[in-house]
Structures are given as structure tokens and as C-alpha cells.
């Protein structure tokens, strides 16, 4: 074996390590609640915690809200920014990044301010706006995800030709959007879309100061107060990431293969 | 031409401050297959786009069966177009390609599909509907491209370098195949194109631009033998160029090198002393003397290519050189590079440039 590909497999097996020993070691520990003997009684515990199961529906229809009302903001843009604005390009891809620099209590201390019950947007006033809200600062916090997602989908198209045929066989921006383009970023907004989907499963800020029943302050009520089930929680969590990524994965080979680069 | 049906009139377009095409002018008749033939850059794909509207002209009217479409938008002029990138669906089958344009029209399916299956059987590819684009070859994407344009019966076809991304023999063949597919139909069409071949051998009429002007317009027999300006000269065919003096306005005797040559009635105003370019096609220059030829200059040849069917000579006369073909003759030995040599051709053939 040659000294480098020594190094390199030295290299990937302490990133393994560093990767998967706290996992197996959290994984192990949820397994030991049953004094003497491994079980997953932690498991039945969680799933079976009927506050599971509300803020975990909670979460998911939240996060299904969120995916729709991130592909109906980041779509329609990406598409317009790579056809008709591309000078605008560097500005969108900065305001998307804002997310990231910005801390979400940061975010979330602002629509507390702006959008209490006595301003003209009283979104905080009731429940249901204040779930909107939620809806809004998680579709704010998956946008540097489902941007990157769409705008790397739509690269790999020619949007230009493809929007100009469709104009020139009588199709309007609706058709061109709907049955044209989409399809053909199919598996990029979907790949946005699980990435949304694992990031609002797991949010705790937004959702904790807004004080609502998501999935993010369940975990950490049940780690402030619970030994095994935390760490069966860890592990839940993990899997459902895991299988958001597995789903990209095996939706990906299914994207259209793309023959509008002549060689 | 009494009605034209595309016309195109004092069209502008400028990008900023800079201006692309500049007060072109083109009448087409129904069923009149036009190319626009030029370098890249000379704004032929900018009148393309203004008349399938995807540009709007700074300045000037484009009409079309008389109907002023120069502000319409593409999706409501009924214009076909194929595009040098292919441009098919990724996410459509061949035949959902095609019927495309009729589905958006609101064609019942019953007739959509049979149309589909008449467009596939011109093209000659009747069992490909349900294949994807990738799985086809670029020469079969093409002929998708054009059967999708034309399944919605358009008024006029627009063909945006449709043959630039191919390969040489199916470039050849689909160009044949785009010509006789057009007089079948009798439709009205523009050829973007930057190969005169192309453009020489399918064209009714070949409108050859430079610098956002179009240069000269004419049949392709027109545009090759009597080319309006100099650029016309250089960029259709290839052209032997060598430099001249009028020495005798009077009797149109010209110098060229050390020797004279009679070019009476072509001189065209020029005076003793000019300077002139003569312009010369090689076909029309013969090595040694030939019956026919009046005018002959001696020189030397300075190259020799063996291309099988034809020898290609290079001679120089002075400062300049001219290059012309001769058949292969298996009983006779080919120039030699540095024989002294003695070409002739007729006078009628000299394009005098100024």
C-alpha cells in the first residue's frame, strides 16, 4: 500500500470513529434503562408518551407547511434570478445566507417585537398566527438548503432554451413553471424539502420562545428531566435525518436525464 | 415582390450602447426559405430572436402575413423554432415532445396523437414516441426538435444554427432532410447559419450580414458570382485577392505585379493610378493557358496539397499568392513547388473590389 492512501485510510477511520463512537455509545446507553439487561424499553417509553406523539404531528405538519411555503417563495425566484436577473445573483445568495449568520433568538426576538397582538400584523395574537409566524421563520431559516437546492437544479438544465421553446409552442410563465421546469428540478426541491423537513424537526429556539408544541422543546424537556429516554430520542432523531438523506439519495436517480447540452 | 409574407423593416436593435443590428430590411415571400449567413457576432441570432420575439427592436416593424407582430409576445405569434442546443423536454417522451405545442393549444387528444404520429413518420422515426430525449442521438433530438416545431402548423419557421452541434455526415444529410421536409410543407423559413455550404446549398435566398447590416441579399448563385462588397466576396467561398494599379483608366489595362492585364468596362470610374483589389474565384484560374482566357500572369508555385479527386496549387505573383485546384490526372505528374508556372483566367471572371 502506497504511504498516502495508508494516511488517507488513517485519516477516514478516526473521522469514523469520531463519528460513530458517541453515536454507538448513545445508542448503547438508551438500550440499558432495564437494570442487568439491554432492551429498548426507552423506546417504548417515547413512542408511547402520548406528548410524542403531538409535538412530533405537530412538527411534521409544520414542516410540510414550511416545504410549501419555501418552494413557492424559492422556486419562482431561482428561476427568475437564472433567466432574467443574473446580475442579482450575488445579492439573493447573500440574503439567503443571512440565516446563517443570523442567530435564530436573534430572529425570533424580532417577530416578538414586530409582530405582537398590538401591531398592525398581529400574527402572535392568536395560535393560529402565531403558527403561521413559526411557518415563516422556519421557511426563513431552511432558505440557504432549499435555495442552494433549487438554484445547483436548475444548473444542470438549460433554463433559457427551455423556457424559449416552451414560450415559442404557445405556453404561458404557469405552464412553463408547472410543466417544464419543476419537473426537471423535481428531485432538487425535493432534496430541499427533506432538508427542511430535518431542520424543523429538530428546531428548538423558534419554536420554545414562541411557545409552541413542537418536537424541538419536547426533547429538551424530556433531556432536562428523563436518564435513557434523551438518549432514545438522540437516536430517533438521527434516523429520521438519516432517512430524510437515504430518501435524497434514492430520489435522485430518478431525475430526469438532462439532453439539452449538445457536446 | 408584391406581398411580402414576413417583412422585416428598418429593424434596430442596441444592447446598451451597443448597437447589434442596424436598420435591416428583409422582405420573404410565402414558402421562401431565406438563411442569414455571417460571422459570429454579425446580429443574424438577434433578427431571429426579434421575429420569434424574444427581443424586442430599439427601433422598426416586423410583419408577418401583414399583421404588425413586432411588440406581440412569442407565445402568441404562432412561430415554430428549432434551437442549436436541442432544447427538447428532459422530462417528456419523444412524443409528448412533440405534441407539446398542441397540448398548450388545446387540441383534442384524438387529433393531437394523430398528428404526433404524422410528424414521427416525416421525420422517420415512427417507433421512437416513447423514448426520452438522452436516449437519442444528436442528430434524432434534431429531427424531434423539428417535428415539434412544426406539429402546431406554424405560420413561419425560425431554425436558430440547428445543424452547428452535429457532427459533419449527419449535418449533411439532416440539411437535406430540413430542405425537403420545407418545400413539402411550403413553409415559410429562416436559417441562421455561419457555413456558407450550408447556407449555399439549401437557400432560396441568402441574406449575408456583417456588423449588424445586411450586406447584400440574393439567390445563392447571385451571392457567390457577384458578390455586392467586399466582405460578401471574402466570406462566401474562397477568394484569391491580388493588389493592383490601373495604368491605363482609358484602355482598363491594370498592373499587377510586373506584368498587365486588360479588364476593359470593369473598372467602374477608377482612375489612372488607382489602387485595386482583383478578386478571383478558384475555379476560374487555370494553370498554363487555356482556350477562353485572356488574361495570364506568371509566377511560382509555392505549395502543392494532394487532396485525391483535386491538387491544390499555390502560386505567387509578387507579393501575393493565388490558390487554385486542378483535377488529378493519373497520367500526369503534379506541380512541383518552385517550378516557374503560368496561370490564366478569363476577364469576365475578375471581381473588381474597391
Not at chain 1, 230 to 255: D, E, K, Y
Not at chain 2, 182 to 192: P, W
Request: with cysteine; aromatic share 10%; glycine share 8%.
Amino acid at each position: 500500500m502506497k504511504t498516502g492512501r495508508f494516511w488517507a485510510w488513517v485519516t477516514f477511520i478516526l473521522g469514523a470513529c469520531y463519528f460513530f463512537i458517541p453515536l454507538i455509545a448513545t445508542f448503547e446507553f438508551s438500550l440499558r434503562m432495564r437494570r442487568g439487561e439491554y432492551s429498548f424499553d426507552a423506546y417504548s417509553v417515547v413512542l408511547g408518551d402520548a406528548r410524542f406523539q403531538q409535538t412530533f404531528s405537530y412538527s411534521v405538519i409544520v414542516a410540510v407547511f414550511t416545504i410549501i411555503l419555501g418552494v413557492l417563495i424559492v422556486v419562482p425566484t431561482a428561476y427568475w434570478i437564472r433567466l432574467r436577473m443574473p446580475h442579482l445573483r450575488p445579492i439573493v445568495e447573500f440574503i439567503t445566507l443571512l440565516p446563517l449568520i443570523i442567530p435564530a433568538i436573534v430572529i425570533v426576538f424580532g417577530y416578538i417585537r414586530m409582530y405582537g397582538s398590538n401591531s398592525p400584523l398581529p400574527f402572535l395574537a392568536s395560535a393560529r398566527g402565531t403558527d403561521v409566524l413559526l411557518i415563516i421563520g422556519y421557511a426563513t431559516l431552511a432558505l440557504p438548503y432549499m435555495y442552494r437546492a433549487v438554484d445547483t437544479g436548475l444548473r444542470t438544465i438549460d433554463v433559457r432554451t427551455l423556457t424559449e421553446a416552451a414560450q415559442i409552442l404557445g405556453a404561458g410563465w404557469t405552464t412553463i413553471i408547472g410543466r417544464i421546469i419543476l419537473p426537471n428540478v423535481l428531485i432538487a426541491v425535493l432534496s430541499g424539502a427533506f432538508l427542511t423537513f430535518a431542520i424543523v424537526i429538530g428546531e428548538f429556539t423558534l419554536a420554545s420562545l414562541l411557545n409552541r408544541p413542537a418536537f424541538g422543546p419536547y426533547m429538551q424537556l424530556v433531556g432536562a428531566n428523563r436518564a435513557y429516554e434523551p438518549a432514545a430520542l438522540a437516536i430517533i432523531a438521527f434516523a429520521i435525518t438519516w432517512g430524510c438523506m437515504s430518501v435524497i439519495q434514492v430520489l435522485s436517480r430518478f431525475a430526469p436525464k438532462s439532453a439539452n447540452r449538445p457536446n | 415582390m408584391a406581398d411580402p409574407f414576413l417583412s422585416i423593416q428598418g429593424v434596430s436593435k442596441a444592447f446598451g450602447q451597443t448597437t447589434v443590428v442596424e436598420n435591416f430590411n428583409l422582405d420573404v415571400e410565402r414558402g421562401e426559405f431565406v438563411s442569414f449567413l455571417g460571422p459570429s457576432g454579425c446580429g443574424k441570432t438577434t433578427v431571429l430572436r426579434m421575429v420569434a420575439g424574444f427581443e424586442e427592436p430599439t427601433a422598426g416593424s416586423i410583419y408577418v402575413g401583414g399583421k404588425d407582430i413586432t411588440y406581440l409576445k412569442p407565445n402568441q405569434r404562432n412561430v415554430g423554432m428549432v434551437f442549436q442546443a436541442y432544447a427538447l423536454f428532459p422530462n417528456l417522451t419523444v412524443a409528448q415532445n412533440i405534441g407539446f405545442g398542441l397540448k398548450v393549444a388545446g387540441v383534442a387528444k384524438a387529433d393531437a396523437d394523430k398528428r404526433v404520429a404524422e410528424m414521427l413518420e416525416m421525420i422517420k422515426l415512427p417507433q421512437f414516441g416513447d423514448r426520452y430525449p438522452y436516449q437519442l442521438s444528436g442528430g434524432q433530438q434534431q429531427r424531434i426538435a423539428l417535428a415539434r416545431a412544426l406539429a402546431p402548423k406554424p405560420k413561419l419557421l425560425l431554425l436558430d444554427e440547428p445543424l452547428s452541434a452535429l457532427d459533419a455526415k449527419v449535418r449533411v444529410s439532416l440539411r437535406e432532410e430540413i430542405r425537403s421536409i420545407q418545400k413539402q410543407l411550403g413553409i415559410t423559413t429562416i436559417f441562421v447559419t455561419h457555413d456558407q455550404e450550408e447556407a449555399l446549398s439549401i437557400s432560396d435566398r441568402i441574406a449575408v450580414m456583417y456588423g449588424g447590416k445586411a450586406e447584400q441579399v440574393g439567390a445563392p448563385f447571385e451571392i457567390y458570382n457577384r458578390p455586392a462588397t467586399k466582405f460578401v466576396a471574402n466570406f462566401v467561398g474562397t477568394l484569391n485577392v491580388l493588389e493592383g494599379t490601373v495604368s491605363d483608366a482609358a484602355s482598363g489595362k491594370v498592373k499587377v505585379n510586373t506584368e498587365e492585364i486588360s479588364l476593359k468596362g470593369k473598372l467602374n470610374g477608377s482612375k489612372t493610378g488607382d489602387m485595386l483589389s482583383l478578386a478571383l474565384r478558384p475555379e476560374a484560374i487555370s494553370l498554363g493557358r487555356r482556350p477562353g482566357n485572356d488574361a495570364s500572369l506568371s509566377g511560382q508555385i509555392s505549395d502543392v496539397h494532394f487532396l485525391g479527386s483535386v491538387i491544390r496549387v499555390r502560386v505567387g505573383i509578387g507579393e501575393s499568392s493565388v490558390s487554385l485546384d486542378t483535377f488529378n490526372n493519373s497520367t500526369t505528374p503534379p506541380p512541383v513547388v518552385g517550378e516557374k508556372a503560368e496561370i490564366s483566367f478569363s476577364s469576365g471572371d475578375v471581381l473588381v473590389l474597391h
